[in-house]
């Protein structure tokens, strides 16, 4: 990776959100709850394509889109038709997807836009509405599955989709894109990215003297930096061997970790667009744009700027901590049970951040609530427990989710105020560690070891101020020969 | 694509229809291959006699219908379990169909 300059490789996403807050799919009344349900039970005739149904939009779904357009600082088009784009593939039913079409006299949703990340502005070539497909599976597996078995609870679903320009410049670029952009979907409201399946990515990618492969199939946004890192190698080998990387489109294969050629025989050309003659033309006026615009809840750059004000923290943690909308409820239903809000800032980027990251979980899934930590900073605050303790307190929280006073009690955690015990403590490693005494006659820095012993010796639940002092004290005593 | 057929007064070729029978997913014996270019030609050079109208200053339409913003309210109405009854092949209580390669 680090003897690839980033201005050579250039990235675009065409990301899929389904509008997970309508209670319909986009044209027809069936419920989009479909998650765990069984197989063909959300389905109707107008969703399973039968002949002389009319499909009519949801209206819930035009006014998701203006704000998700509106957020995007994405240009809405006046006046907006549908299009089929017609295939032969059992995930829909039709044999036709209801989308919409930047050519042959067909507008998208919206043009143009940007996000802000950091000091760049990842620009937006457009919006567009459109219907999710069935879900497809096989009997065994995909190669000797006599046939394919088709859920279409699915089919219909209400999708936003969202493509950028070739703007993103890394893989992990590419992934704070997504994730600014599922915060700002998450503040909207319009869609939960916690729901499996609920925001999928395709992406683009050239390396400098080589064509754009596109990687299809990255089912989430956490496997997007994986695939395009992986992606980059492969294209970089390629390229170091003098061998061209031709324009194709690959599939992230999620389990094996790579990416494989997928053979593609269809064309633009083949999907054979057409507006599509059962919806009848959209216009959005200026007045309606505005009506939503009012509507619209804070966003997270908004969040940000409030949280430095409001809460005195730094530009930097103010947007971490929105950069992920649960993160910053947390943030604030904890500075609603304690006042010193950097110090829940730290404890939250410092300690939660990463654990979530390491484990790979949503934050709602934590057991950790914002009671939980407002009650351990406190027991820093009153003296019961040092700030070393609280990490083991936390973690303990983190994987029990047990209160922080029963976590005291149990573990014995209380930390010991009493002198006298100190000072034994402080001969006792002194006795054990001659050798180390000896080092710290003449070198200042080997207390830190001795510190170190003393620590380990009393579980870190002494005063490591008051344990320094009595251990410099009987260290100069030593010196001076006393004993 | 009629276009371009349009402007080269020519027919399809077998190839062409090979593809688009691709695209249906429906195989072809070698007669029908003939058979159909000749059939699928006519009707596109048909489409020659509507391009000769003079359209320069008609804005095109993209719908026959004066109709614009018909739209529904975001309400559940019950799915209809008869859609699943009318399904031709099923296994359990998925949709059966063809295996695609
Ligand atoms: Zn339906």
């Known amino acids: 990776m680090s003897r ?27 419920s989009s709850d479909y998650r765990g349900k069984d197989p063909n039970t959300h389905i109707c005739p107008i969703c399973m ?11 819930k779904a035009l006014e998701d889109a203006t704000m998700v357009a509106i957020a995007l600082n994405s240009n809405i088009s006046d006046r907006m038709l549908f299009f089929r784009k017609n295939y032969f593939y059992p995930d829909m039913p039709k044999n036709f997807q209801i989308s919409q079409y930047d050519k042959a006299g067909g507008v998208p949703f919206s043009l143009g836009g940007y996000i802000q990340i950091d000091k760049e502005k990842i620009r937006i070539r457009r919006t567009q509405i459109e219907e999710d497909p069935g879900k497809l599976s096989y009997e065994g597996t995909i190669e000797s599955s006599p046939s394919t078995l088709v859920d279409y609870n699915r089919a219909g679903i209400a999708l936003i989709e969202i493509v950028t320009e070739p703007d993103i410049r890394s893989p992990k670029e590419a992934r704070l894109f997504l994730e600014k952009l599922r915060s700002i979907l998450e503040h909207l409201g319009v869609s939960d990215g916690s729901l499996e399946g609920a925001m999928r990515c395709d992406a683009n990618i050239s390396l400098k003297g080589g064509r754009r492969v596109e990687i299809k199939n990255i089912s989430s946004f956490k496997e997007v930096e994986r695939a395009l890192n992986f992606e980059i190698t492969r294209q970089k080998s390629f390229i170091e061997r003098g061998i061209i990387v031709g324009q194709e489109t690959r599939h992230w294969d999620e389990v094996r970790r790579i990416t494989v050629s997928l053979r593609s025989k269809e064309e633009e050309q083949d999907y054979r667009y057409f507006p599509e003659p059962d919806l009848v033309p959209v216009t959005i006026s200026k007045d309606y744009i505005q009506k939503v615009k009012v509507k619209m809840p804070e966003l997270p750059d908004d969040r940000m700027r409030r949280f430095i004000e409001q809460y005195d923290l730094t530009l930097q943690n103010a947007e971490i901590l929105t950069r992920n909308k649960e993160m910053a409820d947390f943030f604030e239903e904890c500075v609603e049970l304690y006042k010193n809000s950097r110090e ?127 251990m410099r004290r009987r260290l100069s005593d030593l010196t001076k020969g006393i004993s | 694509m009629v276009d371009e057929l349009v402007k080269r007064k020519k027919g399809l070729s077998k190839k062409e229809i090979e593809h688009i029978a691709w695209l249906a997913r429906i195989e072809l014996s070698k007669k029908e291959v003939n058979l159909f270019a000749h059939q699928l030609s006519d009707i596109l050079t048909y489409f020659a006699k ?50 695609m390669t």
């Not at chain 1, 939980?372 to 029990?400: C, N, P």
């Not at chain 2, 339409?61 to 109405?77: A, C, G, P, Q």
């Open chain 2, 50 to 99: 509507i391009d000769e109208a003079d359209t320069e200053d008609v804005p095109p339409s993209y719908h026959v219908l004066d109709l614009i913003n018909v739209l529904r309210k975001d309400e559940i109405k019950p799915s209809l379990e008869v859609t699943f009854q009318t399904v031709p092949q099923t296994k359990g209580r998925f949709v059966k169909a063809p295996r």
């Open chain 1, 4 to 30: 690839i300059k980033s201005a050579e490789i250039k990235i675009g996403l065409e990301v899929h959100c389904q509008l997970t807050n309508l209670m319909t799919k986009l044209f027809c009344s069936c």
């Open chain 1, 49 to 59: 394509g039968m002949p002389g149904t009319l499909p009519v939009l949801n209206e």
């Open chain 1, 344 to 470: 829940i800032s730290n404890w939250l980027i410092g300690e939660l951040l990463p654990y979530v990251r390491d484990k790979n979980v949503e934050i709602e899934e934590l057991k950790v609530t914002p009671k939980h930590l407002t009650d351990m900073l406190r027991f820093i605050d009153d003296g019961t427990i040092s700030r070393k303790m609280a990490q083991s307190v936390f973690r303990e929280i983190l994987s029990t989710g047990k209160m922080p006073d029963s976590i005291i009690k149990e573990k014995g955690l209380k930390k010991i105020l009493d002198k006298q015990y100190v000072v034994e403590m402080v001969e006792k490693v002194l006795k054990e560690n001659p050798r180390a005494v000896e080092d710290a006659l003449t070198d200042e820095k080997a207390i830190n070891y001795l510190m170190g012993q003393l620590m380990k010796l009393t579980k870190g639940r002494i005063d490591p101020k008051v344990a320094g002092e009595i």
